[in-house]
């Protein structure tokens, strides 16, 4: 399954060397070709220590990594909503990602103008919220008024979306997003049909920029608000240096590290903002391995094993018989699956299992 998340934010944030970033993480598009080929759209695999640590012990000939495509959405401007600046074509193109990741400029720098004219990332992430929640209004107020005279037929599905609308309909008029109203199952299945901005789960990118003065590390007020505001929202959030992360993809493995400690930069932001978004897709990986091959296949969180067993071959879900599945620590303990079965840690389980992330599974089929 191919997922993607937006990149959104003002103008002079990094956004584009972020996605460079990301870019460089890229995976071959043979292994995917069902991806996207398109210059905004970045097909990068999800880490996963695991799949090395399989392929070693399987000597597999190849390892191929769980993905995520990133797209570069153009650039917002605050009455994008009502056309500003490339509005709609920024409106239509969030409208087509499964969810967001909002970059935040955490940096002054004199170099980089910034739209508002001064570096305040809680009003920017305002900004942007507000014309998402604003082309929200637009669209569920026309909805309302269409669903109103259709649903008076008595149509079920037509009164549980008016029942929907009128409960999202306050909230957006509020200020607040969509995905904040409570929602029953036979309700959220409603919404997303309504293909809404600010129904899309969202996580918020605080981009630094090595050798200027960062929000977080300046330790004031602009940074206490923006915890305070991540702490209310409830929001998953990451804290990258886009550019040092885009210089160091030149840099070879061996000496990565000692380039990080130079620049004050321990962690691998990009990782984490992959890891990040595959989360917020709501995403798991099983694992299959062996000499030709060492794979992360992707599946919803929850799904059950022949849907799991989908991801490989359709067969493995119409003619599902069984799984046997192990987690992939108590494999590798056991070295092989052969010693694995030998010691009774390979599992059969049937149509019911819930696959857990890190299953190593093999199927059975008719």
């Known amino acids: 399954m191919s997922l993607s998340i937006g990149i959104v934010g003002l103008p002079n944030v990094g956004k584009s060397t972020l996605f460079n970033a990301l870019t460089k993480k890229g995976v071959p598009a043979e292994n995917y070709p069902f991806c996207t080929i398109d210059p905004s759209v970045g097909v990068v695999a999800v880490p996963d ?106 149509d079920k599905e037509l009164l549980v979306e008016l029942d929907v609308l009128k409960k999202i309909l306050p909230v957006l008029r509020e200020g607040k997003a969509a995905r904040t109203v409570q929602l029953g199952e036979e309700e959220m299945k409603a919404a997303k049909g309504l293909h809404l901005l600010t129904m899309k789960p969202i996580l918020y990118v605080l981009n630094r920029k090595s050798g200027t003065v960062n929000v977080d590390a300046e330790n004031g007020e602009r940074w206490r608000r923006l915890k305070q505001f991540l702490e209310d929202s409830g929001a998953g959030y990451v804290i990258v240096d886009a550019g040092v992360e885009h210089d160091l993809s030149e840099v070879h493995d061996d000496e990565r ?110």
Request: aromatic share 6%.
């Open 49 to 154: 220590f695991r799949l090395d640590k399989l392929s070693a012990m399987s000597n597999t000939q190849k390892i191929v990594p769980a993905i995520v495509e990133f797209v570069d959405i153009a650039g917002l401007v605050k009455g994008a909503s009502e056309g500003e600046g490339l509005g709609n074509q920024f409106l239509t193109h969030i409208r087509e990602v499964d969810a967001i990741a909002e970059v935040v400029r955490m940096f002054d720098d004199e170099d980089v103008h910034h739209v508002a004219g001064e570096v305040d990332p809680v009003h920017d992430i305002e900004v942007i919220d507000l014309e998402l929640v604003l082309a929200d209004l637009q669209t569920v107020e026309k909805r309302v008024e269409r669903v109103e005279r259709d649903a008076r037929g008595g």
């Open 257 to 366: 590290a000692d380039f990080r400690r130079e620049l004050g930069v321990a962690d691998d932001g990009i990782d984490a903002l992959i890891k990040g978004g595959y989360a917020l897709l709501n995403l798991i990986s099983f694992l299959t391995t062996g000499e030709k091959e060492t794979r992360a296949w992707t599946i919803p969180r929850g799904a059950t094993a022949p849907e799991a067993g989908a991801a490989i071959h359709t067969d493995f879900k119409d003619k599902f018989i069984r799984a046997e599945v192990i987690h992939w620590d108590k494999l590798l303990e056991c070295g092989s699956w052969t010693k694995a079965r030998e010691k009774g840690l390979v599992r059969a389980e049937g149509k019911e299992y819930v696959v857990q992330d890190g299953d190593v599974m093999e199927f059975r089929h008719s």
